[in-house]
C-alpha cells in the first residue's frame, strides 16, 4: 500500500515504520496515526518477526499534531484519540515484538509511541517530554502509557512538570533499554530486535499477549491466568519440540505453531 506520511520496508525478517512528517516534526495527524495504524495491521498479519519503530528528520515525533486540532469540536477530538488510542493497542496486540528506534525528541503522544513500544533502543541524542503539564492541555493518553512503563512518581514528575528528560535520565527510569551514540544506533537496535526474536515466533506472540493481559491483574489473578495460559501452551508443537530438542540435545526444529 502507498502511504502519504510513512515508510514502510522489509528486509528479511523485519519490518521498518518511519515516520515520514519531517517538515511537521511527525506530528500526529489523523491521517498519520490511521496510517501507522494500517501498517501495524499488516506487519500483524503477516510472517515478519519484529518491527522497527522510527522518524525521519530532527525529532522522533512531536505528538499530536495542534494545527489540526486547535479549534477542532469534542467530535472530531474524541475521533483523534480514539485512533491514537487504537494504534497503541494494535502495537501490543499484534504478535511481533515491535521496537521504538529513538533518535530524536520524543515529547506527548510521541514519548507515548515509545512508551507503548514493547523495546525501545534511545540515541544519546534523544529527549523525551509530557508537556502539557506546563501547557493548557493536560497529557490523559500519553500518561496511560508512560505511566505503565515507569515508576509513578517519574511518570507524575514528566506529567506535571512538562520537563524533557535526557536518554540517560530516560534509561534509569525504565522508559527505554538501551542507549547508544547516534551512530551505532542502528546497529543496537537491530541487534536487540534479533536477540528478541529467538526461538518461536509463535511462542513468542502467546507470550507477548499473555504478559500485556497479565501485567495490570493483581498477583493472584496473574498467577490464575498465567497457569492456564502455559499450561495451554505447553500443548503447542513448538513447546514440545522445545522440549524433545533440549532433551536430545539437538537444534530446535520450529513450525511457529
Not at 35 to 49: M, Q, T, W
Amino acid at each position: 500500500m502507498s502511504y502519504q506520511y510513512i515508510l514502510v520496508d522489509r528486509e528479511g525478517p523485519y519490518v521498518t515504520i518511519t515516520m515520514n512528517r519531517p517538515e511537521r516534526r511527525n506530528a500526529l495527524s489523523l491521517g498519520h496515526l490511521r496510517e501507522l495504524r494500517d501498517a501495524f495491521r499488516s506487519v500483524g498479519e503477516s510472517d515478519a518477526l519484529g518491527v522497527i519503530l522510527a522518524g525521519n528528520g530532527p525529532v522522533f515525533s512531536a505528538g499530536h499534531d495542534f494545527s489540526e486540532m486547535a479549534g477542532a469540536g469534542l467530535k472530531e477530538m474524541r475521533e483523534l484519540l480514539w485512533t491514537c488510542t487504537d494504534l497503541m493497542e494494535t502495537m501490543q496486540r499484534i504478535p511481533q515484538v515491535v521496537i521504538a528506534r529513538v533518535h530524536g525528541l520524543a515529547t506527548a503522544a510521541g514519548c507515548q509511541l515509545v512508551a507503548t513500544c514493547d523495546l525501545a533502543v534511545a540515541s544519546e541524542e534523544a529527549a523525551f517530554a509530557t508537556p502539557g503539564g506546563k501547557g493548557g492541555w493536560f497529557c490523559h493518553t500519553p500518561l496511560v502509557a508512560v505511566s505503565r512503563s515507569i515508576a509513578r512518581k517519574h511518570a507524575l514528575e514528566l506529567a506535571l512538570t512538562g520537563d524533557t528528560i535526557d536518554a540517560h535520565t530516560a534509561l534509569q527510569w525504565g522508559l527505554v533499554n538501551r542507549v547508544v551514540p547516534a551512530e551505532l544506533l542502528e546497529s543496537a537496535t537491530l541487534d536487540l530486535l534479533q536477540r528478541a526474536t529467538r526461538g518461536s515466533a509463535f511462542s513468542k506472540g502467546v507470550g507477548k499477549l499473555g504478559f500485556y493481559t497479565q501485567v495490570e491483574m493483581n498477583q493472584h489473578d496473574a498467577y490464575a491466568y498465567a497457569v492456564e495460559l502455559m499450561a495451554a501452551a505447553s500443548q503447542s508443537e513448538d513447546a514440545q519440540e522445545g522440549m524433545r530438542s533440549f532433551l536430545e540435545k539437538r537444534p530446535p526444529a520450529w513450525r511457529n505453531r
